[in-house]
T-cell receptor, first 114, second 114 residues
Framework: GQQLNQSPQSMFIQEGEDVSMNCTSS?????WLWYKQDPGEGPVLLIA?????ELTSNGRLTAQFGITRKDSFLNISASIPSDVGIYFC??????????????FGQGTILTVHP | EAGVTQSPTHLIKTRGQQATLRCSPI?????VYWYQQALGLGLQFLLW???????NRGNFPPRFSGRQFPNYSSELNVNALELEDSALYLC?????????????FGPGTRLLVL
């Protein structure tokens, strides 16, 4: 089925460093969403993007919807220990068997050393 | 405002049994989605219900089924449980506005099949 390629798979950084992760696809997506998931919990929505080229911030987080509609990135500035978790990109496509469902990337595991 | 709620939080069953998982969406949301998050396999789309109707289903066998009630809550039924059904089952809801709706997740039900 349709896959989103998310990279990197994992990151080990020092507190205060900036983080960047991205997702790419061979197909066009109408919406890009970024979620964070802590162990044993459900994904929490961080940022939603609805238009190609859109750049949106949420505190220290910034995400962009790629111009080609086939990619998105998430940046975290000045990381803190509570940023630890798994970050997922997800997207929606219109039509057919894609209708309504989110397709997820494989996740980026973020570890922040104090 | 309450988020998406799911019950039970944990469920232990044996092979061949049936499991029923429940979800209450955010107030005002009409769409409910079910996802399976098995270890190492990421989040996979299972089912989408809107206004009481099944709108789309993922690549899962028919023993995965569900329904949506008039109050928009939903249940997921898994019949003839197999060991590989062990996973975190996540419910999400959205105010469906066509392609591009934003989905909000509940905490999940962890199903263990012995």
């Amino acid at each position: 089925g349709q896959q989103l390629n998310q990279s990197p798979q994992s990151m080990f950084i020092q507190e205060g460093e900036d983080v960047s992760m991205n997702c790419t696809s061979s197909s066009i997506f109408n919406t890009w969403l970024w979620y964070k998931q802590d162990p044993g919990e459900g994904p929490v929505l961080l940022i939603a993007l609805y238009k190609a080229g859109e750049l949106t911030s949420n505190g220290r987080l910034t995400a962009q919807f790629g111009i080609t509609r086939k990619d998105s990135f998430l940046n975290i500035s000045a990381s803190i220990p509570s940023d630890v978790g798994i970050y997922f990109c997800a997207g929606t496509r219109a039509g057919g068997t894609s209708y309504g469902k989110l397709t997820f990337g494989q996740g980026t595991i973020l570890t922040v050393h104090p | 405002e309450a988020g998406v709620t799911q019950s039970p939080t944990h469920l232990i069953k044996t092979r061949g049994q049936q499991a029923t998982l429940r979800c209450s969406p955010i107030s005002g949301h009409t769409s409910v989605y079910w996802y399976q998050q098995a270890l190492g396999l990421g989040l996979q789309f299972l089912l989408w219900y809107d206004e009481g109707e099944e709108r789309n289903r993922g690549n899962f066998p028919p023993r995965f089924s569900g329904r949506q009630f008039p109050n928009y809550s939903s249940e997921l039924n898994v019949n003839a449980l197999e060991l590989e059904d062990s996973a975190l089952y996540l419910c999400a809801s959205s105010l469906f506005q066509g392609a591009g709706e934003t989905q909000y997740f509940g905490p999940g039900t962890r199903l263990l099949v012995l």
